[in-house]
């Protein structure tokens, strides 16, 4: 079956630092790709996404390209913010049959301090 | 504005009374889905629907029921909740077929079942 892996959080960074947050998953098939984002007491955000081999989504700053060949889907800003600070999920959607079900990343917890 | 709505946001009930969340979705979506969110865990498909009058299990049903008789809404039931069922629940829709998968969630319900 499908399943996404990502980094263990938490992570804690200091404001303008580098932002990376691994991602891996196994499909079968050509899955899109998404990241989405928890902020505190909120639901779930789509933050970008790609749909195939090689595609960059961007968003905000984030940054994560669609690698086949490592089946990864990384996670990168180049300088966060305070406002960044939330719970950031990786998921896949391979659209089987009759479910878009997105099988997601168990999630990780960004705190970024002033 | 294009939205996701839940309701109740925040729920404490008993074991064994009847309760039911509600979903709606004003984006005309045809696919709408329910998830729980468990600490380490990540989110886990519990029912979805892909049109008025067709639903089928997810990942994780038991215990659950499901309706879908408007295309707007699709209520989440739980006829004889238990502790286990203790959980954060997201609702979510997207468009059915043609390039777009992009989910979109509601806000959560946070659901403590005594």
């Known amino acids: 079956g499908n399943s996404v892996t990502q980094m263990e959080g938490p992570v804690t960074l200091s404001e303008e630092a580098f932002l990376t947050i691994n991602c891996t998953y196994t499909?079968?098939?050509?899955?899109?790709l998404f990241w989405y984002v928890q902020y505190p007491g909120e639901g779930l955000q789509l933050l970008l996404k790609a749909t195939k081999a090689d595609d960059k989504g961007s968003n905000k700053g984030f940054e994560a390209t669609y690698r086949k060949e490592t089946t990864s889907f990384h996670l990168e800003k180049g300088s966060v913010q305070v406002s960044d600070s939330a719970v950031y999920f990786c998921a896949l959607s391979d659209r089987g049959g009759s479910n878009y079900k997105l099988t997601f990343g168990k999630g990780t917890l960004l705190t970024v301090n002033p | 504005e294009a939205q996701v709505t839940q309701n109740p946001r925040y729920l404490i009930t008993v074991t064994g009374k009847k309760l039911t969340v509600t979903c709606s979705q004003n984006?005309?979506?045809?696919?709408m889905s329910w998830y729980r969110q468990d600490p380490g865990l990540g989110l886990r498909q519990i029912y979805y629907s892909m049109n008025v009058e067709v639903t089928d299990k997810g990942d994780v049903p038991e215990g659950y029921k499901v309706s879908r008789k408007e295309k707007r809404n699709f209520p989440l039931i739980l006829e004889s909740p238990s502790p286990n069922q203790t959980s954060l629940y997201f609702c979510?829709?997207?468009?059915?077929?043609?390039?777009?998968?992009?989910?979109?969630f509601g806000p959560g319900t946070r659901l403590t079942v005594l």
């Open positions: 499909a079968t098939g050509y899955p899109s």
């Open positions: 984006m005309n979506h045809e696919y």
């Open positions: 979510a829709s997207s468009l059915w077929g043609g390039d777009t998968d992009t989910q979109y």
